[in-house]
């Protein structure tokens, strides 16, 4: 059993809306310093050893992602025990 960690974000040219909202929502509650923000998605996928990396890169692309607008990374992390 492994756990992967997929992270998506919006593509740098595409406009994030909500991190700016983020953005002005901090400055309002006096945290200042702050210029930008991008939000993002996080998935947590516990998977079996038969689940290889090219089946995992093709679910990121086809399933988690809308890879015209977002960009993704794909991890393997251990799992500890």
């Not at 809306?17 to 998605?41: E, T, Y």
């Amino acid at each position: 059993m492994a756990r992967v960690v997929v992270d998506v974000m919006p593509k740098t040219e595409i406009l994030d809306p909500q991190g700016q909202a983020i953005v002005g929502a901090l400055a309002r509650l006096g945290f200042g310093g702050i210029s930008d923000v991008r939000q993002g998605k996080r998935f947590e996928l516990e998977v079996t050893d038969a689940v290889d990396d090219v089946a995992l890169e093709k679910i990121a692309a086809d399933v988690l992602a809308n890879t015209v607008i977002e960009d993704y990374t794909v991890t393997r992390v251990q799992v500890q025990s």
